[in-house]
């Protein structure tokens, strides 16, 4: 049999997914955005983007993504470090990746317990003298929950990055006279790059659109363009307003993933580096 219409057959499912689940729904809303509350064809919507509103928003989305993605970062470098270097490291990463299969809304209702005024480090705050202080509903408690709930997968691609580097290179950087800091700084953090790149990009995209967690935990002092998106559907029912965020959106999450994308280097295989 010719191998080129069997690849053709084998194409046609992987098509047929993409088309269904990627291609349709981004087709949709876009189709969706160019009309009003009452039906009417409009490139209203668009226009409306783009006034001070929605640039406070854009701003405020891509600030508190930032920091969760920055406060991830900064504890799961060196946590995933020090993992390579345990002896049952496989066994250690799995425990930190299970509190990500338990349900999201669990997770956020367990915090709003602790974080209660009635809960256990109010009570904690109070016997040690300080007293206690509204927790929820503050920029802290948000950042803090959005911080736990996306650390596992920052963790995940950097700890295959340093598993994977090459210890030959990290030997010769020290051979050659490099100190800890220098042998980091000029040959791990860059070897590994490709997973911190990765970390970004699954931690900055949906903490852009978070909705959830501002609501229960933040009382929604903080609006994102998930929760804009939410009001409109929702809310308001303004389907073309929040097909239009929702087209913007998209549109930040390809500007993310293409100055994240990278390829690979430095990876411990044959002995050769890539």
Same mark, same amino acid.
């Given at each position: ?12 499912? @992987? ?30 919507? @668009? ?70 005024? @009635? ?156």
């Amino acid at each position: 049999m010719n191998a080129r219409p069997t690849r053709f057959l084998t194409f046609i499912p @992987y098509a047929a997914w993409i088309i269904l689940f990627v291609v349709a729904p981004i087709a949709l809303i876009v189709y969706y955005s160019f009309f009003d509350l009452t039906g009417n064809f409009t490139i209203a919507n @668009y226009q409306n983007f783009f006034t001070s509103i929605y640039f406070k928003l854009i701003v405020n989305s891509f600030w508190y993504a930032f920091l969760i993605t920055f406060f991830s970062l900064l504890f799961a470098y060196p946590t995933a470090y020090f993992l390579t270097k345990t002896k049952h490291k496989q066994l250690w990463l799995l425990l930190i990746i299970i509190p990500s299969w338990i349900n999201l809304l669990l997770k956020t209702y367990a915090f709003i317990g602790l974080f209660g005024l @009635y809960g256990p480090i109010n009570a904690f705050l109070e016997m040690i003298g300080i007293g206690q202080h509204q927790l929820l509903f503050t920029d802290f408690s948000f950042v803090f929950v959005a911080v736990y709930i996306f650390i596992p997968f920052m963790i995940l691609p950097i700890f295959n990055s340093l598993d994977k580097l090459n210890p030959a290179l990290i030997d010769a950087a020290r051979d050659l006279g490099a100190n800890s800091w220098t042998t980091f700084s000029r040959v791990i953090l860059p070897l590994t790059m490709n997973g911190v790149k990765s970390g970004i990009q699954v931690v900055f995209i949906p903490a852009l659109s978070l909705f959830m967690i501002t609501r229960l935990i933040a009382g929604n002092k903080v609006i994102t363009l998930g929760t804009a998106i939410e009001q409109q559907f929702l809310v308001a029912q303004n389907w073309g307003m929040g097909s239009t965020i929702a087209v913007f959106l998209i549109l930040f999450m390809f500007v993310i993933m293409l100055l994240t994308s990278g390829s690979e280097k430095g990876a411990a295989g044959s002995g050769k580096t890539k």
